[in-house]
């Protein structure tokens, strides 16, 4: 039991959203308190500011556990988590088991992104390997979320072709994170260079951020049985399939949404996917660690928002929600 208070979070109030203070709740049977230390800016927080409109905001969180509900042990008390939803506030409820538990020593500000990248990521692994690809290729891959699946994917052995729009991104990409193959889809010998690329490594799963006509042009490069799984449309276009080639060709699509990934998968393989992050992040983040590069308080998450696209390449904007 906590006793009684008042915090601030950001809740959609008739149609906006503001921040309101209101009484604090205590945690039902299975539920934790958790006092939000940190949170950032990611663009699905975007696309609920403007379109889906969810009661509270804010998609990744770390925090302490201040107190628990019943059938959830004391001892959790006090230990630092990260958790996904609800983040931008002071404090949240929490089902006990949905949960990273982190390392005692964790920096929180390190784990403040620890949820929707790092969770995405493993994810996009699972499906990959599902599907039986040894080969992937990614768009939008000087994204957060693209170099952390990148990063694991070298990890496991899988090869990566990255797929950006400008050549110092192909550099960076492979200066800064190891990237063996990276290629600029603006370039007139793009779609050769692919399909190069393609009769050698055979990558059959495609992870496409952005949508548009290029993702078409590059399924159609794609071997048979080959896999498209959408996870965004950062350019706001139509995908273009050509209908012959998933035909003759027995190529298949999907939607990812990472809450039916979590429910969709047995309840011990979910707790190691969250225990393989809060490893990675206690021995330094090496494959799911995110660069800050800025910070602000909760009430300037507006001047955040706004500026979340100009800074995606080169990290997160943390807000302090103390």
Not at 25 to 44: C, D, K, M, W
Not at 80 to 104: E, P
Not at 173 to 196: H, M
Request: net charge negative.
């Amino acid at each position: 039991m906590v006793e009684s208070q008042s915090y601030q979070y950001v809740k959609l109030v008739d149609g906006n959203y503001q921040i309101v203070t209101e009484e604090l709740p205590q945690p039902g049977a299975g539920e934790v308190l958790i006092r939000i230390a940190y949170s950032t800016i990611n663009p699905f927080d975007k696309a609920v500011f403007s379109y889906l409109k969810t009661p509270r905001i804010g998609s990744d969180g770390s925090g302490t556990i201040e107190a628990v509900g019943d059938g959830v042990s004391a001892e959790l008390v006090g230990k630092k988590v990260a958790f996904l939803g609800d983040a931008w506030g002071q404090y949240k409820l929490a089902n006990a088991h949905s949960l990273i538990i982190l390392d005692d020593n964790q920096d929180l500000t390190k784990a403040a992104n620890a949820c929707v990248n790092p969770l995405t990521a493993l994810a996009q692994l699972h499906l990959a390997k599902k599907h039986g690809a040894t080969a992937v290729i990614i768009t939008a891959a000087t994204s957060q979320l693209a170099k952390q699946f990148s990063r694991l994917s070298q990890q496991e052995g899988i090869e990566v072709i990255n797929i950006v729009r400008r050549d110092d991104a192909v550099e960076q990409l492979k200066n800064e994170n190891g990237a063996k193959y990276a290629l600029n889809q603006t370039s007139e010998t793009f779609l050769a260079d692919l399909a190069a690329l393609n009769k050698e490594l055979k990558p059959t799963f495609l992870i496409d951020y952005i949508s548009g006509d290029i993702v078409g042009k590059i399924f159609a490069t794609m071997p048979q049985k080959s896999h498209i799984l959408v996870v965004g449309n950062q350019t706001g276009s139509t995908l273009n399939l050509n209908s012959g080639d998933i035909l003759f060709n027995d190529k298949t699509i999907s939607g990812f949404m990472l809450h039916r990934f979590l429910i969709s998968i047995p309840a011990e393989e979910r707790q190691k996917i969250l225990q393989r992050v809060s490893d990675d992040l206690r021995d330094g983040g090496k494959i799911f660690g995110s660069t800050i590069v800025k910070e602000i308080p909760l009430a300037n998450y507006l001047e955040g928002l706004n500026e979340q696209t100009q800074v995606a390449t080169d990290g997160k904007i943390l807000i302090n929600c103390q």
